[in-house]
């Protein structure tokens, strides 16, 4: 099936060229590694020809970003590599190493993002929140992500069932109310998807960035290994594993702006 013209081998041998190219830049760099890695986890929401809101970045601007990446030496890892390395199963990251990942459930993933990851080789990891899937109208199918689910270069995970504000949930519901909520919320996003895509899903993003001591260990309880909250610096060996910052990437952050955007990220980790 040709994917916006492109046909299957051909993306195939752009996608072996592009990976084995990176693998390249990546192992010349790990020579000369001396800093502890500190990787820029990139967080997109939406993609599409306007900029509907504010958590929409343009197709031409997600594409100059992606240009950018590979043009200025940069590796798009996939999110599982720099897991291992945290858990002590794989080695770092190279130093220029980066990981994107999409929140929500967006249509506009599978019509515009999807064929702009693929011919450059892009490894994505997506955080799904079932509800909206199939049901809400800017979402997309189960059919849509099933297919997503079965490309390599993309892995499913959580984001809770429905997307809650875990913050004015704690302050509406009495104690037994919460902690009910919150289990059912981590446990049910994670058996929907595993009962729909037919794979096993370890990872969290929480709603809005919100965690706290107890959020973490619900979801330690649940079954999930990782998981990514939102703030705008690298992630590294020091950060929690139930804590793990992202950077929101904005249509704003093009050329010049969106190299600094990532260095600043790289550096603010380090410190
Ligand atoms: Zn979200």
Redesign the pocket.
């Given at each position: 099936m040709a994917v916006n013209g492109i046909s299957r081998a051909r993306m195939s041998s752009m996608q072996l060229f592009l990976r084995c190219f990176c693998a390249l830049l990546c192992g010349s760099a790990i020579a000369g590694a001396a800093t502890e890695p500190a990787v820029p986890i990139l967080l997109y929401?939406r993609v599409g020809p306007v900029r509907a809101d504010s958590m929409t970045v343009t197709t031409v601007h997600f594409k100059q970003q992606l240009d950018l990446l590979r043009t200025n030496g940069f590796c798009v890892i996939p999110l599982e590599r720099f897991l291992a390395w945290r858990l002590g199963s794989g080695p770092a990251p190279a130093p220029k190493s980066v990981v994107v990942t999409f929140?929500?459930g967006h249509a506009s993933v599978y019509h515009e993002a999807r064929s702009l990851l693929a011919v450059n080789g892009i490894p994505v990891t997506l955080?799904i929140?079932p509800s909206c899937i199939s049901h809400a109208s800017y979402a997309m199918t189960w059919d849509q992500l099933s297919e997503l689910a079965a490309t390599p270069s993309f892995k499913i995970e959580s984001?809770t069932f429905w997307?809650p504000n875990f913050k004015q949930e704690s302050k509406k519901l009495d104690r037994d109310q919460y902690e009910a909520f919150v289990d059912n919320q981590l446990r049910k996003s994670k058996a929907v998807l595993e009962e729909k895509l037919g794979r096993p899903v370890t990872l969290l993003?929480w709603?809005?960035g919100i965690y706290d001591t107890y959020l973490m260990s619900r979801a330690s309880a649940a079954g999930y290994t990782a998981a990514f909250s939102i703030e705008c610096r690298a992630a590294t060996g020091a950060d929690p594993m139930m804590a793990l910052p992202r950077c929101i990437v904005s249509d704003e952050d093009v050329g010049p702006r969106f190299l600094r955007f990532i260095e600043n990220a790289m550096a603010l980790g380090r410190n």
């Open positions: 929401h929140d929500d955080f929140y984001h997307h993003a709603p809005f």
